[in-house]
C-alpha cells in the first residue's frame, strides 16, 4: 500500500514540475503516455476476447488519469468474474488479473440451467455433463440466502461433496440428499449445531444403512429404513 501511494507521489510531482517548467506554447505539444497494451490473465480464450473487445475504449487513453474503477465496474459485469486486480505498467501497458468465480451448484430457473458462483450470481449453463459433480437445488431458493447455507456448511464438519441434491422450502428449510441416497431433513434453526452432530451419526455403524435421517424435533433423531 505504502509502494502504491509513493508511486503516485511520485507521479504527481512529475506532472507538476512539468506543467511548471514548460509555457503554454510547449505545454500545447506534450504528448503524455497512452495504453498500448492491455494483458489480460486468468481466462480462457473466448472469454479473453468478450472482455477484450468490451475494454477497447481504453485504447490510447492517458495511463495516468485512467480510473481504474470505471474498468472494475465494466469487467465485474460479467458474472462469471469474482475478483479483478489492475496494474498500470508505465509509461502504456495495463496487466488485468482477473479470478474467475467458482462454480457451486446447479439451479433451474424459469427452465433454463444456472450455475450459482461463489460471488452469489447465476452463469448460464446449456451442459450441466461438463461439471456433474455439481449439486442441484430443487425449490425457489434466493442466490444469497443458498451462500449463506453454503458457508454454514463450510463451517461445519459435514462435507459439502457429499451433496448429491439439494432441497430448499418456503419455509427456508433444507434437506439434503448426499451421493450415497442418504436423505436428510434438517432443522430451521441451530444449522451448523446439527451439522456437526450429523456428521458424528454418520460415523456409526447403526446409521450405515438408512435411507432418511430427520433432524426436524429438537434432540430427536428419526430414522427410516
Known sequence: MHQRISKKIIIYLF??????????????????????????????????????????FLNYKNIFFLNKFD?????????????????KIYPSELKINIEKTKFLA????????????????????NDLNSISNLPI??????????????????NSNFEYKRIKNLFFYPSYRWDIETKEGLLIKLPQDELKKNLNFLNVLLKKNEFKDKKTIDLRQKNQVIVNE
Open 15 to 56: 506532472l507538476f514540475s512539468l506543467f511548471t517548467t514548460v509555457n503554454n506554447k510547449s505545454l500545447n505539444n506534450i504528448s503524455f503516455p497512452s495504453i498500448n497494451s492491455i494483458k489480460i490473465i486468468g481466462l480462457s480464450a473466448n472469454e479473453y476476447e468478450e472482455i477484450k473487445k468490451d475494454l477497447s
Open 137 to 154: 437445488i430443487f425449490g425457489k431458493v434466493n442466490n444469497q440466502e443458498f451462500i449463506k447455507f453454503k458457508n454454514l456448511i463450510d
Open 71 to 87: 474498468i472494475k465496474k465494466n469487467i465485474y459485469s460479467k458474472n462469471i468474474i469474482e475478483k479483478v486486480s489492475i496494474f
Open 106 to 125: 446447479i439451479i433451474n430457473k424459469e427452465g433454463k440451467n444456472f450455475y450459482i458462483g461463489s460471488n452469489g450470481k447465476l452463469i448460464k449453463s
